[in-house]
């Protein structure tokens, strides 16, 4: 295990309810006092409902800016464990991922550039590995089920898109990849939610065969830190 960086929280609390996919309500500790019913801004595209339901506990952080519409962002939610669910982090995660050539699964690279343009997608990064370019896709995976990391949560057609361009950058002959950073601690294996997305499935295991590698990192949020535990296989079922 690893410390990567640190993710600072401010206050617990008690989610209410969930209005909108982008907005929680939450009543929040603070200095021994219930704030009732603050609106907490959710960074997290999926639908998270094993998590994100009345009565769970959470972690939030005071947000700064004029322009805020929210005072407060969720950044981990309670299943057994406190799982991080701000999509806002995945990046800078996966940075500190790549800056370490003893965890990276791609082991020292000459460097990487963020957000890439590749025909009329964007990838997460483009990576030089001994003057050959790497093209990398991030997708993060909260839920768990029988031990299992499952992605997505909800059907993704963006997901979809973007494995199809890492196929188009293998059928031009260079290398793509994607990066899986699973914030389940417990789970045994990865695997696409062919029951919640189909569609994603079966590209997934597509792009698999056509040569498209895939590191699903384990990761957990401890006392407000990213520990790093290394990588678990696909499960069975290609």
Not at 93 to 117: M, Q, R, T, Y
Not at 119 to 141: T, V
Not at 150 to 178: C, N, S, Y
Request: charged fraction near 25%; hydrophobic fraction near 40%; aromatic fraction near 8%.
């Amino acid at each position: 295990m690893l410390e990567l960086l640190e993710i600072p929280w401010d206050c617990k609390g008690i989610l209410k309810a969930r209005p909108n996919r982008f907005l929680a309500i939450v009543d929040v500790e603070l200095d021994g006092k219930i704030l009732k019913d603050q609106k907490v801004h959710v960074i997290d595209p999926g639908r998270l409902k094993e998590m994100l339901y009345p009565g769970n506990k959470v972690l939030v952080r005071r947000r700064t800016g004029e322009k805020r519409k929210t005072q407060w962002e969720i950044i981990a939610a309670w299943d057994n464990n406190w799982v991080l669910i701000n999509s806002g982090y995945h990046r800078t995660i996966s940075e500190a991922i790549l800056n370490n050539p003893g965890i990276s699964p791609f082991g020292k690279l000459e460097g990487f550039k963020a957000e890439v343009a590749v025909g009329h997608s964007r990838l997460d990064f483009m990576l030089e590995k001994n003057g050959r370019q790497i093209g990398l896709e991030i997708k993060g995976c909260t839920l768990e089920i029988d031990d299992i990391a499952l992605f997505p949560d909800a059907p993704t057609e963006r997901g979809a898109k973007h494995v199809q361009t890492l196929m188009d950058i293998v059928a031009d002959g260079q290398k793509a990849a994607m990066m899986i950073l699973i914030f389940q601690p417990g789970v045994r294996c990865f695997k696409p939610n062919e029951i919640t997305d189909p569609k994603f499935t079966e590209i997934f295991w597509r792009a698999m065969k056509a040569g498209i590698e895939v590191y699903p990192v384990k990761l957990s949020y401890e006392d407000g830190s990213i520990i790093f535990h290394g990588l678990v296989p696909i499960c069975d079922g290609t």
